[in-house]
């Protein structure tokens, strides 16, 4: 049951990531950086806040990135804004199990916009 959730939710998470410009804007205008918004939250556990979110694409597997955990109640990190291992919104999503980076997961940039809540 806990599996079939959790990959119901990184199915979702994905889906929306993948669409986001079609997603996300709504049918509204880009911001004047020209980004679609994002209906992406993630809650950072150091600290509790909920963070709003701009996905912007997927990410080849280059540098650092910090896992972004799909849970019943959302999406989760351990580390956000402030805190030293926070890389900036480069995540990946864990898809085979191993809570390492590797080949076989996805990769992309997702900035969290303060301030948190």
Same mark, same amino acid.
């Given at each position: 049951m806990r599996k079939t959730l959790l990959t119901g939710l990184v199915v979702g998470l994905l889906t929306?990531?993948? !669409?986001?410009? !079609?997603?996300?804007?709504?049918?509204?205008? !880009?911001?004047?950086?020209?980004?679609?918004?994002?209906?992406?939250?993630v809650t950072v556990l150091s600290t509790g806040l909920t963070y709003d979110s701009i996905a912007?694409?997927?990410?080849p597997m280059h540098g650092r990135f910090q896992q972004l955990v799909p849970t019943a109640e959302g999406l989760t990190t351990q580390w956000g804004p402030g805190d030293h291992d926070y890389v900036g919104g480069r995540w990946f999503i864990d898809m085979d199990g191993d809570n390492k980076p590797t080949t076989g997961d996805k990769f992309f940039l997702c900035p969290l916009l303060g301030p948190g809540r």
């Open positions: 929306i990531i993948m !669409a986001v410009p !079609a997603l996300a804007s709504n049918g509204k205008s !880009a911001d004047s950086h020209g980004r679609p918004g994002s209906p992406v939250e912007l694409g997927e990410l």
